[in-house]
């Protein structure tokens, strides 16, 4: 007669019938490889149970990789939407100070951005009367300016776009809004031959929505849909 006390009818039946439910659950697989391997005794090493063991970590890692690749195509994915966005709504207007004013309007809300500030280099300056009557968004620096203020940035010489973070904003830059914002992104602009260059310049009050850490592909190109739109402009 055997001494093994018997299971529980239902619960056997219910294993028999369903042993998905064992083989599925990863603690109570834990938990009868380790009555297993005490029943062998201590002198016998399972390598079954060590190779398991390494699968079973192998397998957690590809579903950490898993998770992380989906969610960056998800963030990546977002963030298309949101530049394609951006530039359909540049495109409407068909006066340059309506241009502008989308810029820092309704342009800045769907980039999700505190302040979009253009930049260009001339001999005028801001308090020229053809430059204030293009709103807060237009500035104009002197000649050199836009690489002065970018020769600081951690992107390197010659980059388009350069993400960086702020201590203390450039009011020469964001103006009033400068007190507050922690980041910015700067995208150099190419507005044709023999004009001067140009700089936009996209402001956050969260220090980590641009750093140099970043991808920077959607903003090149949102960069150079914004620079062929300036040309169409200045022509």
Not at 125 to 154: K, T, W
Request: charged share 30%.
């Amino acid at each position: 007669m055997s001494s093994t006390p018997r299971m529980d009818e239902p619960l056997r039946e219910k294993i028999m019938t369903q042993p998905d439910v064992i083989l599925d659950d990863k603690e109570l697989m834990r938990a009868l490889i380790a009555a297993n391997e005490r029943a062998m005794g201590g002198n016998i090493v399972d390598l079954r149970g060590i190779a398991m063991d390494r699968l079973e970590t192998r397998l957690d890692r590809l579903e950490d990789t898993h998770r992380s690749v989906i969610a960056a195509a998800y963030e990546n994915l977002a963030g298309t939407n949101i530049i394609h966005r951006a530039i359909l709504r540049m495109l409407d207007p068909v006066e340059f100070e309506c241009f502008l004013r989308d810029l820092g309007g309704d342009v800045a809300e769907i980039l999700r951005v505190d302040s979009v500030r253009l930049i260009l280099e001339s001999a005028q300056n801001d308090n020229d009367p053809s430059v204030q009557r293009m709103g807060a968004v237009l500035s104009v620096a002197e000649v050199g300016f836009i690489d002065r203020y970018l020769s600081d940035s951690r992107s390197g010489p010659g980059r388009i776009v350069s993400l960086r973070q702020l201590s203390e904003a450039d009011a020469r830059v964001h103006g009033e809004r400068a007190a507050f914002l922690r980041s910015e992104a700067c995208i150099r602009l190419d507005l044709g031959k023999d004009r001067l260059p140009g700089m936009l310049v996209l402001g956050a009050e969260d220090p980590h929505q641009f750093t140099p850490q970043q991808g920077t592909d959607l903003l090149t190109f949102f960069g150079g849909v914004f620079e062929r739109a300036m040309r169409r402009w200045l022509s």
